[in-house]
């Protein structure tokens, strides 16, 4: 039922996304009528503000969602898979940034300017995608619209900020060590991520890619609808603080240009084209960071097939890839009163 207010949960509410959704219900002025903030015993006491009020975070529990419309998870995985059930149980619709639940047959796996019509075929949980596929699937979709995308190459360059708050210190704090020439301590990462790139994000499965690459494999497919489209991805992280850039190669079933694949995205939601290479002017993480567009720019032909594309796609990893995604499902769930 359609209300002018909504109970709304945000589980992991201390943690880089879940800090995020809280500002982003706010800037977005979401109909919250009461913010319910949990995280786990440790975070337990601590204040987030809130349209310029303290609001304290409690601890998750099984009894946390009595009363709860929305629930966004951004906990994990393990959190997600034993509480989001108890969220259903007591009538909140989640939506979850983890991948518990993302390539589950019965779940939308949604980016709102792609695939929205899939949100109506929930049955309590909508799963909201891995960062780095959102970005690359807003900027895709209107090409294979178009052109029909028949395979993906994609290498990516994921900000510190996807791994969480321990990560972003872990990055300062070697960057100081090193200008001291101190020894630098890695815990985060396998590597030193200071001045470092890393060919490895999340953990190597038994085809030699790592679980990073293989979920925008599967979840590309699944978003876009095709499950013909052949993706491999290179994922890298490197030594930013916030906003993943993209190196992207497609090849498409019909020719298409560059000039209409930069009028095609000149005019997609959610998009925009930042594609001037002459006066060095394309999308950087730097400018990147803080906002809730996916920037595409070096868009060219590839000239070694016959109807391929290049571009570099940059977004902000926090915001359009976790958080902003999240609650533009949200925005979408009480509009059509789903």
């Given at each position: 039922?359609?209300?002018?207010?909504?109970?709304?949960?945000?589980?992991?509410?201390?943690?880089?996304?879940?800090?995020?959704?809280?500002?982003?219900?706010?800037?977005?002025?979401?109909?919250?009528?009461?913010?319910?903030?949990?995280?786990?015993?440790?975070?337990?006491?601590?204040?987030?503000?809130?349209?310029?009020?303290?609001?304290?975070?409690?601890?998750?529990?099984?009894?946390?969602?009595?009363?709860?419309?929305?629930?966004?998870?951004?906990?994990?995985?393990?959190?997600?898979?034993?509480?989001?059930?108890?969220?259903?149980?007591?009538?909140?619709?989640?939506?979850?940034?983890?991948?518990?639940?993302?390539?589950?047959?019965?779940?939308?796996?949604?980016?709102?300017?792609?695939?929205?019509?899939?949100?109506?075929?929930?049955?309590?949980?909508?799963?909201?995608?891995?960062?780095?596929?959102?970005?690359?699937?807003?900027?895709?979709?209107?090409?294979?619209?178009?052109?029909?995308?028949?395979?993906?190459?994609v290498s990516t360059y994921q900000a510190v900020s996807g791994t969480?708050?321990?990560?972003?210190?872990?990055?300062?704090?070697?960057?100081?060590?090193?200008?001291?020439?101190?020894?630098?301590?890695?815990?985060?990462?396998?590597?030193?991520?200071?001045?470092?790139c890393i060919p490895q994000i999340d953990v190597f499965l038994d085809?030699?890619?790592?679980?990073?690459?293989?979920?925008?494999?599967?979840?590309?497919?699944?978003?876009?609808?095709?499950?013909?489209?052949?993706?491999?991805?290179?994922?890298?992280?490197?030594?930013?603080?916030?906003?993943?850039?993209?190196?992207?190669?497609?090849?498409?079933?019909?020719?298409?240009?560059?000039?209409?694949?930069?009028?095609?995205?000149?005019k997609s939601p959610g998009v925009e084209v930042v594609d001037n290479?002459?006066?060095?002017?394309?999308?950087?993480?730097?400018?990147?960071?803080?906002?809730?567009?996916?920037?595409?720019?070096?868009?060219?032909?590839?000239?070694?097939?016959?109807?391929?594309?290049?571009?570099?796609?940059?977004?902000?990893?926090?915001?359009?890839?976790?958080?902003?995604?999240?609650?533009?499902?949200?925005?979408?769930?009480?509009?059509?009163?789903?």
């Open positions: 039922m359609k209300k002018d207010k909504y109970t709304v949960a945000v589980v992991g509410a201390t943690g880089a996304v879940g800090n995020e959704m809280v500002s982003i219900l706010e800037e977005r002025n979401f109909p919250v009528g009461d913010l319910r903030l949990l995280a786990s015993e440790r975070s337990e006491g601590k204040q987030i503000e809130f349209k310029g009020k303290k609001v304290k975070v409690h601890k998750l529990t099984k009894d946390s969602f009595k009363g709860v419309d929305i629930a966004l998870f951004s906990a994990g995985a393990s959190r997600s898979l034993e509480f989001a059930p108890e969220a259903v149980k007591s009538g909140a619709v989640v939506i979850d940034n983890s991948s518990a639940f993302r390539m589950e047959p019965d779940v939308p796996l949604v980016v709102p300017e792609v695939n929205s019509h899939a949100i109506k075929k929930h049955k309590g949980i909508i799963a909201n995608p891995n960062c780095s596929t959102i970005q690359m699937v807003v900027a895709l979709k209107p090409i294979h619209d178009a052109a029909q995308i028949k395979r993906i190459v969480g708050k321990k990560a972003i210190s872990e990055l300062e704090q070697q960057t100081r060590d090193l200008f001291s020439l101190k020894e630098v301590t890695v815990s985060v990462y396998p590597h030193q991520i200071a001045f470092n085809n030699g890619y790592t679980k990073e690459e293989m979920k925008m494999v599967n979840e590309t497919r699944k978003i876009i609808g095709d499950d013909s489209i052949r993706v491999t991805a290179t994922t890298v992280r490197v030594p930013v603080f916030a906003a993943h850039s993209e190196s992207v190669n497609i090849e498409t079933h019909k020719k298409i240009t560059r000039d209409k694949v930069r009028e095609l995205l000149s290479p002459n006066n060095s002017i394309y999308p950087l993480a730097i400018n990147s960071a803080g906002r809730d567009e996916v920037f595409v720019g070096r868009i060219r032909e590839d000239e070694s097939i016959d109807n391929g594309i290049n571009m570099w796609i940059v977004s902000d990893n926090l915001r359009k890839g976790a958080a902003l995604n999240a609650v533009q499902i949200a925005e979408m769930l009480i509009k059509s009163e789903i």
